[in-house]
């Protein structure tokens, strides 16, 4: 049965003691502000106030907070305030209200730098094995998928797959012959102002070659497509995951990874070696004009030069390590799709790390490359 709130006050010296009994309830409501408002001007005159909460029977939020606002009035004032006999179960309301509105929060420790360091660096392994994990994963996912197809062949969403494509690789050309025709004519006046010096305007043009062809070609293209497609595959994926679509079509008994991912990922393998041929067309065009206009080198010795100095084997290296990028743009920007929560910061988020995370990994992989190819002598 609910009884009446009560709030007893015993002043001794200059001790008030207060005992509320009864029901604090927000039934109560108007009778507890009655009885808080009633010892006022003893909280005034008294230098320490102790509350007993033994008395409580019943207790809620609202009157948690009234308690409270007796407690602070004498705090602001000047006075040291008990809060004594409160019961297990409501401690934890008590300490919550307690901690509303606290403008001057108590500091945590300061710690040594050296701990800050290091729980800074276990911080970071721990992401970077949880980031493992999940690349690891998606790419398990992706390889069952792909082996699923390859067993039914008609599962393919060739639909799907074309208009990613279409998507990927052919409204992506204009971007890609741009940046790629600057890049090159840049790489090729530098070569032609600082070569000069030493009469070896000749060997800019095996520079422009090999450098387009081997690295700079796809590593370009590959840091374009992933800031281009890369992050539209994540914020697509991202948006799919906060309206509960990919959840829908696993209800439906789809699997997600075929579905949506891996005719983003096959596109993606698919249309990143023809952007990098195309680059680095663009990038010998480029480097071909500049030596033609700002090197006085005609098309005819340009291209002679350029037979001489540039094999199949430069072609060919560049070539092998496209789709290799690709797969890795594709399964980051994927798996980060796959992690977002669901707020729009988190779609933000999870974008801007899908970028940072294939850019990085691209370079990695170029790095490795290099590295294996000189090894076995490509």
């Given at each position: 049965?609910?009884?009446?709130?009560?709030?007893?006050?015993?002043?001794?010296?200059?001790?008030l003691?207060?005992?509320?009994a009864?029901?604090?309830?927000a039934?109560n409501?108007?009778?507890?502000?009655?009885?808080?408002?009633a010892?006022?001007?003893q909280?005034?005159?008294?230098?320490t106030?102790?509350l007993?909460?033994?008395?409580?029977?019943?207790?809620d939020?609202?009157?948690?907070?009234?308690?409270?606002?007796?407690?602070?009035?004498?705090?602001s004032?000047?006075?040291?305030?008990?809060?004594?006999?409160?019961?297990?179960?409501?401690?934890?309301?008590?300490?919550?209200?307690?901690q509303?509105?606290?403008?001057?929060?108590v500091?945590?420790?300061?710690?040594?730098?050296?701990?800050?360091?290091?729980n800074?660096?276990?911080?970071?392994?721990?992401?970077?094995?949880?980031?493992?994990?999940?690349?690891?994963?998606?790419?398990?996912?992706l390889?069952?998928?792909?082996?699923?197809?390859?067993?039914?062949?008609?599962?393919?969403?060739?639909?799907?797959?074309v208009?990613?494509?279409?998507?990927?690789?052919?409204?992506?050309?204009?971007?890609?012959?741009?940046?790629?025709?600057?890049?090159?004519a840049?790489?090729?006046?530098?070569?032609?102002?600082?070569?000069r010096k030493?009469?070896?305007?000749?060997?800019?043009?095996?520079?422009?070659?090999?450098?387009?062809?081997?690295?700079?070609g796809?590593?370009?293209?590959a840091?374009?497509?992933?800031?281009?497609?890369?992050?539209?595959?994540?914020a697509?994926?991202?948006?799919?995951?906060?309206?509960?679509?990919?959840?829908?079509?696993?209800?439906?008994?789809?699997?997600?990874?075929?579905?949506?991912?891996l005719?983003?990922?096959?596109?993606?393998?698919?249309?990143?070696?023809?952007?990098?041929?195309?680059?680095?067309?663009?990038?010998?065009?480029?480097?071909?004009?500049?030596?033609?206009?700002?090197?006085?080198?005609?098309?005819?010795?340009?291209?002679?030069?350029?037979?001489?100095?540039?094999?199949?084997?430069?072609?060919?290296?560049?070539?092998?390590?496209?789709?290799?990028?690709?797969?890795?743009?594709?399964i980051?920007?994927?798996?980060?799709?796959l992690?977002v929560?669901?707020?729009?910061?988190?779609?933000?988020?999870?974008?801007?790390?899908?970028?940072?995370?294939?850019?990085?990994?691209?370079?990695?992989?170029?790095?490795?490359?290099?590295v294996?190819?000189a090894?076995?002598?490509?």
């Amino acid at each position: 049965m609910t009884t009446a709130p009560q709030l007893m006050a015993t002043p001794s010296g200059d001790v008030l003691e207060l005992r509320p009994a009864g029901s604090w309830t927000a039934a109560n409501v108007t009778a507890l502000e009655a009885l808080s408002g009633a010892v006022s001007a003893q909280l005034d005159r008294s230098k320490t106030v102790r509350l007993d909460l033994a008395g409580v029977r019943e207790l809620d939020t609202i009157g948690a907070w009234l308690l409270e606002k007796i407690s602070r009035r004498a705090t602001s004032a000047g006075h040291r305030t008990e809060v004594v006999g409160v019961a297990d179960n409501y401690a934890g309301l008590i300490e919550e209200v307690r901690q509303v509105n606290r403008h001057n929060p108590v500091p945590p420790p300061a710690l040594s730098p050296v701990v800050v360091k290091v729980n800074d660096v276990g911080r970071s392994a721990v992401s970077a094995s949880e980031d493992v994990t999940v690349f690891l994963q998606m790419l398990g996912s992706l390889f069952l998928a792909l082996a699923s197809l390859l067993r039914r062949p008609r599962s393919l969403r060739l639909t799907s797959l074309v208009y990613q494509l279409y998507k990927v690789g052919w409204q992506a050309i204009p971007i890609v012959v741009l940046i790629t025709f600057l890049i090159g004519a840049i790489i090729a006046q530098q070569g032609f102002f600082h070569f000069r010096k030493f009469g070896a305007d000749s060997y800019v043009v095996d520079m422009v070659g090999i450098l387009v062809l081997r690295e700079l070609g796809v590593l370009i293209v590959a840091i374009m497509v992933a800031g281009r497609s890369g992050s539209a595959y994540t914020a697509e994926l991202g948006s799919m995951k906060m309206r509960e679509e990919i959840d829908a079509l696993s209800t439906m008994g789809l699997d997600p990874v075929e579905v949506l991912i891996l005719p983003r990922i096959v596109a993606l393998v698919f249309a990143l070696p023809i952007l990098s041929f195309i680059g680095s067309i663009a990038a010998l065009y480029g480097g071909g004009l500049v030596a033609q206009f700002y090197g006085g080198m005609g098309p005819a010795i340009y291209i002679a030069r350029l037979h001489d100095a540039v094999s199949v084997t430069h072609f060919e290296v560049g070539m092998i390590k496209a789709p290799f990028m690709a797969l890795v743009i594709g399964i980051v920007a994927c798996s980060e799709g796959l992690r977002v929560k669901g707020s729009a910061e988190s779609l933000g988020k999870q974008t801007t790390t899908s970028v940072v995370k294939s850019i990085f990994l691209v370079i990695v992989l170029d790095g490795l490359f290099a590295v294996f190819f000189a090894s076995i002598g490509m």
